[in-house]
């Protein structure tokens, strides 16, 4: 970072892991900042970004989870009409029920963001917030830091809306799976498409719009949703199901992460454009898209200088460990060239966690359990007894417990499979498992284990439905 460099000595089942220490937390942007009130380039950077990160990779990722979860539409809206809680179910089924299925439905959607984005907002602001609103204390709303916004029309001449249209289009397709050419992207075929949309009228809505600085962003997935949301969600998911729409490929998603050098995946076209775009509608000056390059994807620039310090010190330490060095022989450092500042300390040895006085684990082990088609949740208990010396009281896949004993029903689970429990995908090899151990003393809390990864069968292959 400029003239500082850090290096840290890393070498598994003896040092501290990279992800021991945690880096102080990142001073965010508030909120409301980022969703209503930018003031300066960072703020539309940032929000070009997080709608980046919502529309293709979180809310993607999020439908496949669904549907690898509950895996029949029939028994979602069955559940859902006996008014059942699903987590996320109504935003997977908006995202369903409005699914493009060809490049000019990707076309349609992405003009109508433009003018959610950089249209209707700027006017709702604006309804919501009229140029004279003023404070309890008499002063203006609109007042720095706070620019009041000006919509914009969609002008397909301005290369910017064009940019952003097609750059938005692009990703939709990406995550949809739907195919395009070269030839689709061209100005004349956008042209001809964009001439063909009727954008609905913009009509205000009385919904108050977040202020607070102190307020954090909202989980959508666990937003409460009203009784006419539930109603809608259930009719769109009756016609889904009514017009065939509900195959295995509408119910897959692609998530896209986004990667800031690569010029031809259009991830950066999307994020500068919306950038500049927010920034003109805020009358905040436009940045070029390599300073936004540099701002989205956190680059932080660092000297020739700092780099070749950090490549000198990181092989010094590597000579170590090829020649068989000592563990004590192992430091890290913190640098400042500018001072000049070198400060060597010694490698943290690795933590390990007593579960028995001669059973203990550190953040590097891993054990394995090889199972099989008919191996059961009890076989696998008894699996971890044998080989390891202890037997779990609990064991736990991601957030679902798989046994507790402690739960109504959860010994009957014994006797079941652990495909049957886990319902694995079909190409599924293994899962890492959670499990934790009875204490020495009563009234203890359980002890934690290590990470047990078990596989479906005994070579390591994929199972067999």
Not at 179 to 195: G, H, I, N, T
Not at 380 to 400: D, Q, R, S, W
Request: charged content about 25%; hydrophobic content about 40%.
């Amino acid at each position: 970072m400029g003239t500082k460099g850090h290096t840290e000595i890393i070498v598994p089942n003896l040092t501290e892991s990279y992800n021991s220490h945690r880096d102080p937390p990142e001073e965010e942007i508030p909120f409301c900042t980022l969703k209503s009130f930018p003031a300066v380039i960072e703020h539309t950077i940032q929000w070009a970004r997080d709608k980046f990160e919502s529309a293709f990779a979180h809310k993607p990722t999020i439908y496949n989870m669904f549907w690898q979860t509950h895996s029949s539409a029939e028994a979602v809206l069955q559940r859902m009409q006996q008014r059942e809680t699903l987590e996320g179910a109504f935003q997977v089924v908006k995202l369903l029920s409005r699914r493009p299925s060809q490049w000019d439905h990707c076309i349609i959607l992405a003009r109508l963001k433009f003018d959610k984005y950089f249209k209707r907002k700027a006017l709702q602001l604006l309804h919501s917030f009229p140029l004279d609103t003023r404070l309890k204390d008499g002063s203006l709303f609109w007042q720095s830091p706070k620019r009041p916004p000006s919509p914009i029309e969609f002008d397909l001449k301005d290369s910017l809306h064009f940019s952003f249209v097609v750059s938005a289009a692009r990703l939709y397709a990406e995550i949809y799976n739907i195919p395009y050419s070269d030839k689709d992207l061209s100005q004349e075929a956008v042209s001809r498409m964009l001439s063909e949309i009727t954008v609905p009228e913009y009509r205000p809505a009385e919904k108050r719009i977040e202020t607070d600085e102190n307020v954090k962003k909202p989980d959508q997935m666990k937003l409460s949703v009203s009784s006419e949301e539930e109603r809608e969600a259930i009719a769109q998911l009756e016609e889904a199901i009514s017009a065939d729409h509900v195959t295995p490929e509408r119910l897959r998603m692609s998530p896209r992460m986004f990667e800031k050098d690569d010029d031809l995946n259009g991830h950066m076209d999307f994020v500068a454009a919306a950038s500049s775009l927010r920034a003109r509608m805020y009358s905040i000056e436009v940045a070029d898209r390599l300073k936004t390059k540099r701002i989205a994807g956190k680059i932080i620039p660092a000297i020739a200088t700092a780099t070749a310090a950090v490549a000198g010190l990181v092989s010094l330490e590597l000579v170590k460990v090829v020649g068989g060095y000592g563990f004590e022989s192992f430091n890290n450092c913190f640098f400042n060239l500018a001072i000049p500042v070198m400060v060597l300390t010694e490698a943290a040895p690795v933590k390990r966690t007593q579960i028995r006085e001669d059973i203990s684990f550190s953040i590097w082990d891993r054990w394995t359990v090889w199972g099989h088609q008919h191996f059961s949740l009890s076989d696998f208990i008894n699996a971890v007894l044998v080989h390891y010396g202890i037997e779990p009281t609990m064991v736990v896949h991601g957030v679902k417990m798989l046994y507790v004993p402690v739960m109504p029903g959860h010994n009957k689970r014994l006797k079941l499979t652990m495909q049957k429990l886990i319902k694995p995908s079909v190409d599924r090899r293994y899962v890492d498992l959670t499990v934790s151990f009875a204490p020495e003393s009563d009234g203890d809390e359980d002890l934690p284990g290590p990470p047990v990864r078990y596989y479906f069968s005994p070579d390591g292959d994929a199972h067999t439905a």
